[in-house]
């Protein structure tokens, strides 16, 4: 049989998912981060995650902010460190399902070493990484993920480090679970946390956001629509069939999933031990 | 059968401080523990990690102490007792996010086995240079207990009192000593607490649409949401309102403030606790914690064989100070001598609360020995006349 069936509880309504009583928000009109957060509570919804089981663990930034919003569990931490926090938060209750929002700034310079043991661990957190290039709450400094040349407020020359890739970085450091996509394509991007939520293990995925506000401001790359195009134009879909290089543009990026990964997953295997251990073995 | 045996009898047996923590920890309910490595603490973290596997509960070595003392409020915020334990240098990096369980009113316990510093300093060799630390570590004003045990017994006892000061009042509780105790071995009975004598935390009942995450009564100890019971709370390291959320109205962060510290305050008879040793009597008072207490007990015994009438204040919880405790303890004595193994710390505290005509005399080591019985007893006896 293959029909296809919609009944207006499956329909996803973000007021489902949000304290609307915290209404308006403050992320400033055109904000990637917001289109972020739509496609995160519409991969919730999709899955059937409980909100009453679902824990938000956020850091510190306007990406962390953002957590406030979702009607669960919300945990907003310290700079850099939810992963950490989160860690403890998934090993005391692999119950719940944990996901973390943070931003360029907050897991790759900050929180970098949080990430990458975190990546390596593998306990099951998925892990929602804005990269919007640069510091947006503090007021638009560089940010490990700045591409070259742009300017912020602390590169007034414009920025001469190189830049991270949060993906191949995951990747490295053992995440069993890698993809990147912009906020363009709202329902790739969906589906694409989708899988890394269900997915068993650490789950990282970079979302291409845009600060319109004051990185796109400063460095006149137009309204938040004209700056999620001209992303368009650097990205190398991974997953479509019309994959092209282009060797001609700067800083292109490949969008999709990079890793999918069958590995133990730390808390489970920790608990196997405990219960050798109980048993009266040695928990080897 | 022995009438003595069975679950909460007492077991006589040889054991290092910090393998009295860690028992105390999980004698009190702690089924949580994330660290990372730190002469002179880690065999806290290896009896952890060996111990609580068998009772269902979970050890993780971070990446760092920042980690691990994140880690360690992520699992209470989950519902599980948890603890950290570390020594000076990871003493720093844990103020960040001892911070936010200040703020968020998280129960959680963070060991400090001191060694000298500052920065990498003498890890091997004992000190007291964290005492003001401890207290002011974290920036801005924030509550905080601290415990400090001067013998593996007490270790033990400390310990377990430090998880249900954090769990009845939600604050972050520190457990305090010096090398020398968490190295040193006592023949202990270490008995089981029975179930009543363990507080668990306020967790929070009714209906969601009435629930307040930090609203509170008389007792000024709002009830925690459980995680998963229905309330979606938030939980934040902004100064927030009784919702739970953000606030920058002055008349909200007054109220907030107030309360935050207040609640030590409003509990202050259950968090004090001092050992008063032959000081109704004395000429001489002694305020000492840790290793100089126990050397001030030997020179108490020498003095008054010598007739020389001296006497011991130990505050065994150091923070919040026993000021009024103190002061009336110190009032009438020829000296208070604050012996110390850090250059001037405890001794401050006695200087801003010395009653009148009472003289306050420090004395410090911080070469990485201990202060000798010998010391103290020269230094009475310099002040008696
Ligand atoms: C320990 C600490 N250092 C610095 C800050 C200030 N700070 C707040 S947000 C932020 C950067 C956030 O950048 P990012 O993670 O990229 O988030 P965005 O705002 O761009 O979403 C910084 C440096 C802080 N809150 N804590
Ligand atoms: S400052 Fe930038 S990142 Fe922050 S809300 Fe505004 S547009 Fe978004
Ligand atoms: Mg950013």
Known sequence: ?284 | MNAHAGKNAPVLRNIQGNAACALGAIAAGCRFYAGYPITPSSEIAEKMAAELPKVGGTFIQMEDEIGSMAATIGASLGGVKAMTATSGPGFSLKQENLGYAAITETPCVIVNVMRGGPSTGMPTRPAQGDIMQARWGTHGDHPVIVLAPHTVREIYEETIRAFNLAEALRVPVVVLFDEIIGHLVETVELAQPAPEELTERKWATGPREEYLPYAAEEDMIPAMARPGDGYRAHTTGLTHDERGFPTQDPQKVTAFMDRLLGKLERHHDLIERNELVDTDDADVLILAIGTPARAAKSAIRELRAEGVKAGLFRPVTLWPFPAEAFRAVATGKKAVIVPEMNMGQLVLEAEQLAPEGVAIRGLNRYDGEAITPAMIVKAVKENVA
């Not at chain 1, 996803?12 to 917001?34: A, Q, V, Y």
């Not at chain 1, 099951?124 to 919007?132: A, E, K, V, W």
């Not at chain 1, 890739?165 to 450091?173: H, I, K, M, W, Y």
């Open chain 1, 1 to 284: 049989m293959n029909e296809i069936r919609v009944t207006s509880a499956d329909k996803f309504d973000i007021r489902d998912w949000l304290r609307t009583e915290l209404m308006p928000h403050f992320m400033c009109p055109g904000c990637g981060h917001g289109i972020a957060l739509r496609a995160l509570l519409w991969a919730c919804h999709e899955l059937g995650i409980d909100k009453d089981k679902l824990a938000i663990v956020s850091g510190i930034g306007c990406s962390g902010r953002t957590g406030a919003y979702i009607d669960a569990n919300t945990f907003h931490t310290t700079h850099g460190r939810p992963l950490a926090f989160a860690t403890g938060l998934k090993l005391a209750r692999p119950d719940l399902t944990v996901i973390v929002i943070t931003g360029d700034g907050d897991s790759l310079a900050i929180g970098g070493n949080h990430l990458i043991h975190a990546c390596r661990r593998n306990l099951d957190i998925t892990c929602m990484m804005l990269n919007n290039e640069v510091y947006g709450m503090t007021g638009g400094q560089v940010s490990p993920t700045t591409s070259a040349q742009r300017y912020t407020t602390t590169t007034p020359a414009g920025n001469m480090e190189p830049v991270f890739d949060a993906c191949r970085l995951a990747e490295g450091a053992g995440a069993s679970f890698v993809g990147r996509e912009a906020t363009l394509q709202i329902p790739t991007l969906k589906d694409l946390l989708k899988e890394a939520i269900a997915h068993e293990g650490f789950s990282f995925v970079e979302v291409i956001s845009d600060c319109t506000e004051i990185f796109g401001r400063k460095n006149a790359l137009g309204s938040s629509p004209e700056m999620v195009l001209k992303q368009k134009k650097v990205m190398i879909p991974e997953r479509s069939d019309n994959r092209i290089a282009q060797p001609f543009r700067p800083n292109p990026f490949p969008t999709g999933v990079f890793v999918r990964q069958e590995r133990p997953e730390y808390g489970a295997a920790y608990r196997q031990m405990c219960e050798r251990v109980q048993k009266g073995g040695k928990g080897r």
